[in-house]
Every structure is written in C-alpha cells, then in structure tokens.
C-alpha cells in the first residue's frame, strides 16, 4: 500500500509547479503569441499522468518490481544517452549544439530525467551488495572498492557533460553519489578526498567551456558588489568584472522579473 501522506505531500508539489508554470510562462506567451494556457494544459496533462502513475506504482509488490523497474530506467537511460548523438534530427532535438531530448507523440522526453531514477536505485542495490563497514579498511582499500564506480561515472559524465552538454546533471549524479557512499559506510575521510576531487574535476570542466565560464561570470556580475564591499579597493579592482553582457537565459529571466 502506498505512503499516504509521502503520496499527498508529492501530488501538492506536482500541483504547486502548475500554478507556477502558469506564472512563469507569460513573458514566452506574449512573445511568442501563444494561447495563454498553451504551457499550464501540458504541465496539467503531465502532472495527472504522473499522479497516477505514482499511485498504479505504489500498488506493485517492491520485492518483485522495484528492481525490474529501477534496473531497467538505469540500462534503459544509458543506452539511450550513448545513442542520442547518432540519432536523426526527426527524433533528437538539438538546441545549442545539444541533443538533449527524444520527440515521442509531440512531446520531447529527456532520458537522463529517467537516468537518475535508475542510477539511485543502481547505486543501492550495489551498495548493500558491494559496500560494508569500513572498519580497519583504510583509505587506499577504499579507493580500490569505488574504482569500478568511478569508471562508471566518467562514462556518465562523457555523455552528459561532453555529448549533452549538460554540466547541472552530472553535479546533480555527483552528489548522489558522494553522499549514498557516505551513507553505505564510507569512511568520512575518503569522503571529504571526493569531494575535494570533485571540486577539481568541476573546475576544469567548467573552465574549459566559454558558456559556463560566461554563466560563472554573470552570477559574480550580480553579486560583486556585496561581495568586493569587505575588500580593499586593491584586490576589489582586480576581482571586478566590467561591462558583461548575460547570457540568454539569465538575461530574459532577469528581464521578466523586472
């Protein structure tokens, strides 16, 4: 039977992010000279088909289905995600030199949306089978123990940070990861030694794109001013950025709100 109130606290928010894609969606109606409701029916229509699937899910037995399901969105999305590049224009979108989504009936579907479900329920499914205490194990057994999943994620990253060109995902996967080998029993210090690696490794990818670097940049552009008060006007000159023009995205959301 399913969670009542975990079911009722989801469906609120599904709701919630109606309303708000109804608010938010007015400056891309009037631009583009849509019918006011174009984009809260499609939210509406989607929220209601993921309550009931939420529900229909809630029934199966989670000894025999769980890991059918969750398996299968892991494989599933990954082969997806490595074929999406050599797919033909009528059935991946490309946006900014990313393919990111499949056309299906009208609709464009992100499979590494379903990716992450999957890669969570991989994760713990391995990691009650793989990880245990690390008592005694020390840090380089450790490493030895996660090398086969850093192997997988370098594979993830390439084809979401490289192909897609999706840099949010595999911080969002990154995090995931970190924390449920925390969880599994990792030891805090091999812990804190990934996140100093993963600091690093985000880094250079975000230093050897210009987009990022230029979304990096607007962010500070917005907050230098605060920040550079507690300065000294030496280094604060140094640190100031001058004159950046913003991105599209930050710069239209910026628009809105004003």
Do not use: C
């Amino acid at each position: 039977m399913p969670d009542k109130v975990l079911f009722v606290t989801a469906s609120v928010i599904i709701a919630i992010s109606i309303v708000m894609v109804y608010s938010l969606s007015a400056y891309i109606v009037l631009l583009f000279d849509y019918n006011e409701f174009h984009f809260v029916v499609r939210q509406f229509i989607f929220g209601v088909i993921s309550i009931l699937i939420m529900w229909s899910l809630a029934q199966l037995d989670p000894d025999v289905w769980l890991g059918r399901l969750g398996l299968t969105l892991f494989i599933g999305g990954f082969l997806l995600m490595a074929a999406m590049p050599f797919m033909p224009p009528f059935l991946v979108s490309e946006v900014g030199g990313a393919k990111r989504w499949i056309k299906v009936f009208g609709f464009s579907l992100a499979p590494v949306e379903f990716f992450k479900i999957g890669f969570v329920y991989f994760l713990a499914w391995s990691f009650s089978r793989k990880l245990g205490h690390h008592a005694n194990m020390g840090i380089k057994k450790e490493y030895i123990r996660f090398i086969p999943y850093a192997l997988l994620f370098v594979v993830i990253i390439i084809l979401i940070a490289l192909f897609q060109k999706d840099l949010g995902q595999v911080a969002v996967l990154g995090l995931s990861l970190l924390f449920m080998l925390m969880l599994a029993g990792s030891s805090f210090k091999f812990f804190i030694s990934l996140i100093s690696l993963s600091l690093i490794a985000m880094t250079v990818l975000i230093v050897t794109q210009e987009h990022r670097i230029a979304r990096v940049k607007s962010w500070w552009a917005s907050t230098q001013d605060f920040i550079l008060a507690f300065f000294p006007e030496s280094i604060g000159s140094r640190l100031r950025v001058e004159a950046f023009q913003e991105p599209y995205q930050i710069g239209h959301s910026s628009f809105f709100q004003a």
